[in-house]
C-alpha cells in the first residue's frame, strides 16, 4: 500500500540519506516542508488528531536519541520473559480507533527516521548480551508502510544475519513477500469484518487478511495470529462465533506457530486522548473498568469474550499455541 | 465585530503591536477548551523576491530569534503554500522562495497557548520585493480587495468545516442523582456511550429508574443499572 500525505516535513540532516529520496519519490504532488527537528511538528502541543487523520502528513526524520526500549508489562511476551520494541518509526496509515497510538501520540502524523543502521547498530549492542526478542513494527505498522519504506525488508535482512536475534514483525497490512527464517516472526492480527468496517478504518479487509496470512504459511515463513484486541460490539457472541468459523476453516492452524488472544486493554493515561482523537467512536467511548491503571472491560464480558475465542481454538486443537492476555 | 461570529482585529504593524493585538482578542482567563471552536486568520501583505499573489504559510521563521512554527494546513486547500520569515526590519534583500513580513511569528507564539496550528491560518499577499519606497495605504487596500474574492472563498469553506459543539446539559440529571463530582463523570461517560450507538443515554437513565431516587446511593444504583445495560447489550 502507498499511502497519501499531503505535507512532508523534512529534517534538514534528513535529506542525505538514501532512504529519503526513496521515499520522497513517492510524493512528487506532496508539499514538502524543511524542518530542523521532528519534534516541532510531532511534538506540537493541541494538535487536532482527528483532522490531522483525514490529511496525515508524513515526518522524516534522524532519531539520535534511544532507539529501543523495553514493552510495556501489559504487552503479551509470548513466553520470552521480556521483550523490546524499535521505534524506527512512529504512528501508523491505518486508522484503528482504539489504537493504543492514537493514546500516546497527540497527533495522527507519521514519522519515519530514516537512520536505520543507527539501529542495527544499537540492536548489535543489546545482542551482545545475549538473544534478544525484539518487535520492530511496534509503534507502528511497517507491513503498510513497505509501499514506501524498505525497513521491512531491512530488518528481514538484518534478522537474517543475526541467529541471536528474534524478530517480531506485527500488520494489518496485505504485505506482498515474506521470509522464511526462523528467527522471524509475522505476527498478523484479524478480526471479524464487522470490527474492521467499523473500528479498523484504512486497513484490508478479514478476507484480504486471510490470504495474506495464507501466502506466508505457503512461504514457509513464521506466523503467529493475534486476536488482540478483541473489541466489544452489540451481538460479539455471534460475530465471534462466525469470525472463528472462518478462521479455523480458511487457515491452516496446525501450521502457525503461536496465537495470540486478549481483549482490549489501555492505559488509562491514554484513554484520554484516545477518545479526543475518535470522539464518536464507541470502540473508546465504552465506559471501561480501571484496574491497576489499566481501562479494561467488566470482568465477566471480557471472561465471556475470551471464552468464545479461546473455546473454539481449543477445540480445533491448537490449545497449545495459545498466549492468551489476561 | 462584522457579524456574529466573525471579528476583524487590526493588529498595527511588528511583533510587538501584534502581541498586543493577539492580547486584547481573548478576554482574561480563557482556555484553550473556551476557544476549540475558534479559528484565527491572519491576513496581510509581505515581501517576496520571486514570488506574487496570495499564499496560506506552512512554515514560519522568526528571524531573531531562529525559532520555527508550523500551522497545519488541514482545513483549507487550493492555496499556493509557502514559507514565511518574520522580519524586525524590512527585508531590502529577500532570499528567493520565502515571504517576509514582521507579525507572523508573533502571532503564532501568542496564540498557540489558546489555539491549536490547524485553527491559526496565515495569508499572504505579496506587496513588493523588499523595497517599500511608494507603498500607499491606498496601494495595500486595492491589493487586498483584489485578492477579496479567494480570501472570502477560503473564509467561507473554513466556516463550514467547522462549527461550535453541540452539547447537551446533563446537569438536571447530576441533580436528581444526587451526583458527586465523580459521579457526574460517570453520567457523562454513559450518554456519551449510549450516543455513539445511536441511543438515546437520557432516556435509559428514566427507564432505570430516575424517578425513585432519593438519595446519592439510590442514585449510585441507577448509574450502575444504565451502566449493565449500556455494557451487556446482547
Request: glycine letters at 6%; charged letters at 25%; hydrophobic letters at 35%.
Amino acid at each position: 500500500m502507498c499511502a497519501a500525505f499531503s505535507h512532508i516535513y523534512i529534517e534538514e540532516r534528513a535529506r542525505s540519506y538514501e532512504e529519503t529520496s526513496r521515499i520522497l519519490s513517492h510524493f512528487s504532488d506532496s508539499t514538502k516542508i524543511s524542518i530542523r527537528h521532528y519534534k516541532d511538528v510531532f511534538n506540537r502541543p493541541s494538535q487536532d488528531s482527528a483532522l490531522q487523520n483525514e490529511s496525515k502528513s508524513l515526518i522524516l526524520a534522524v532519531n539520535d536519541g534511544r532507539k529501543i526500549f523495553d514493552a510495556a508489562p501489559v504487552c503479551q511476551d509470548f513466553g520470552m520473559g521480556k521483550f523490546y520494541y524499535a521505534e524506527s518509526a512512529m504512528n501508523c496509515v491505518f486508522s484503528c480507533d482504539y489504537c493504543f497510538l492514537k493514546g500516546m501520540y497527540g497527533t495522527s502524523n507519521v514519522v519515519i527516521f530514516v537512520n536505520i543502521e543507527d539501529y542495527f547498530e544499537e540492536c548489535e549492542k543489546y545482542l551482545k548480551d545475549g538473544p534478544l526478542y525484539l518487535c520492530a513494527s511496534f509503534d507502528t505498522d511497517l507491513g503498510a508502510l513497505s509501499g514506501i519504506s524498505s525497513w521491512q525488508s531491512k530488518w528481514e535482512d538484518f534478522a537474517s544475519s543475526h541467529p541471536d536475534l528474534t524478530l517480531e514483525l506485527r500488520t494489518k497490512s496485505a504485505i506482498c513477500e515474506v521470509k522464511s527464517a526462523d528467527n522471524i516472526i509475522y505476527a498478523f492480527t484479524l478480526s471479524p469484518d464487522e470490527v474492521i468496517r467499523r473500528y479498523e478504518k484504512k486497513t484490508p479487509s478479514l478476507d484480504v487478511r486471510i490470504r495474506t496470512v495464507n501466502n506466508a504459511l505457503n512461504s514457509g515463513a513464521n506466523v503467529r495470529l493475534c486476536f488482540d484486541p478483541l473489541i466489544y460490539i452489540k451481538d460479539y457472541e455471534l460475530c465471534y462465533n462466525r469470525f472463528a468459523d472462518k478462521i479455523i476453516n480458511d487457515i491452516d492452524l496446525k501450521s502457525v506457530r503461536d496465537i495470540s488472544v486478549g481483549t482490549f486493554r489501555i492505559s488509562s493515561d491514554y484513554l484520554h486522548n484516545l477518545r479526543r482523537a475518535c470522539p464518536g467512536s464507541s470502540a473508546v467511548l465504552f465506559p471501561f473498568d480501571r484496574e491497576e491503571g489499566y481501562c479494561v472491560y467488566p470482568k465477566d464480558l471480557r471472561e465471556k469474550m475470551m471464552g468464545i475465542i479461546v473455546n473454539r481454538l481449543e477445540n480445533a486443537g491448537c490449545g497449545n499455541k495459545l498466549y492468551v492476555n489476561p | 465585530m462584522v457579524s456574529d461570529d466573525l471579528e476583524i482585529i487590526l493588529t498595527g504593524i511588528g511583533k510587538v503591536n501584534a502581541a498586543f493585538a493577539c492580547g486584547r482578542m481573548f478576554p482574561m482567563g480563557l482556555t484553550r477548551n473556551d476557544l476549540k471552536a475558534d479559528i484565527v486568520i491572519n491576513i496581510g501583505t509581505c515581501g517576496a523576491r520571486d514570488l506574487s499573489g496570495l499564499f496560506i504559510v506552512n512554515k514560519i521563521t522568526d528571524e531573531a530569534t531562529g525559532r520555527d512554527f508550523y500551522p497545519d494546513i488541514i482545513r483549507v486547500s487550493g492555496v499556493p503554500e509557502a514559507s514565511l520569515v518574520t522580519v524586525d526590519e524590512v527585508k531590502t534583500d529577500p532570499d528567493p522562495g520565502v515571504l517576509y513580513e514582521m507579525e507572523a511569528s508573533a502571532i503564532y507564539q501568542a496564540l498557540s497557548k489558546l489555539i491549536s496550528p490547524d485553527r491559526m491560518i496565515f495569508l499572504k499577499v505579496v506587496s513588493d520585493s523588499g523595497d517599500v519606497n511608494g507603498i500607499t495605504t491606498e496601494y495595500v487596500n486595492d491589493l487586498i480587495k483584489s485578492h477579496l474574492p479567494e480570501i472570502k472563498r477560503i473564509i467561507s469553506s473554513v466556516r463550514e468545516g467547522t462549527g461550535k459543539e453541540a452539547s447537551i446539559s446533563n446537569d438536571d440529571l447530576y441533580e436528581r442523582l444526587y451526583a458527586s463530582t465523580s459521579m457526574r463523570v460517570h453520567i457523562d461517560e454513559l450518554i456519551r456511550y449510549a450516543s455513539s450507538l445511536g441511543i438515546d443515554g437520557r432516556k435509559l437513565f428514566a427507564e432505570a429508574g430516575i424517578d425513585e431516587v432519593s438519595s446519592r446511593a439510590s442514585g449510585k444504583e441507577v448509574i450502575t443499572r444504565v451502566r449493565g445495560i449500556l455494557t451487556h447489550l446482547h
